[in-house]
């Protein structure tokens, strides 16, 4: 089993829509979680950081399940804007470095 | 502020040429690092810092060499540049290991 895995996608929504995507991690230890976006040929900027059940910014939301060892990320109301990939990473702890998913691409579409 | 930059933005070489990719933040962050992203492979630790004079291997080291002889600067070096390091360089820094900042990225082809 990966230690980060994501469904790749393409997740493709009509403008408005909401959309949730799934990240799961293996280690059981884990401290702390992170969405970044990356636009294409762009690099991964930081989105939203998780550091206990779930955090909140906006549009977006992200949501903690230890005892089932995944994050989600939801979008509401869905902006042609929000077409990225976006990546799961993860902070495994005892100060080893963050293991990063392979990204799940969103395609909002008009 | 600038945050993160990366020179060159494009480079070709030629196997066995040498080169050096610079990164410089503004922010005065301790910890930077240099990642590579190949399709289907996401991102990969090449090598990171946590402070001026400090360096450490990452996930895929060989191949590279790296200095932070400044704190605002992490150089990456390739001094025998293979087919295999045609990627997309990314430096990051950051306050802790957790919450990075990346730069524009380096997109290296080697013929």
Known sequence: RKEVEQ???????????????????????????????????????????????????????????????????????????????????????NNRKLIWGLGTSLAVNP | NAGVTQTPKFRVLKTGQSMTLLCAQDMNHEYMYWYRQDPGMGLRLIHYSVGEGTTAKGEVPDGYNVSRLKKQNFLLGLESAAPSQTSVYFCASGLSHYEQYFGPGTRLTVT
Request: hydrophobic share 30%.
């Open chain 1, 7 to 93: 469904d790749p996608g393409p997740f493709n929504v009509p403008e408005g829509a909401t959309v949730a995507f799934n990240c799961t991690y293996s280690n059981s230890a884990s401290q702390s979680f992170f969405w970044y976006r990356q636009d294409c040929r762009k690099e991964p900027k930081l989105l939203m950081s998780v550091y206990s059940s779930g955090n909140e910014d906006g549009r977006f939301t992200a949501q903690l399940n230890r005892a089932s060892q995944y994050i989600s990320l939801l979008i509401r109301d869905s902006k042609l804007s929000d077409s990225a990939t976006y990546l799961c990473v993860v902070n495994p702890g």
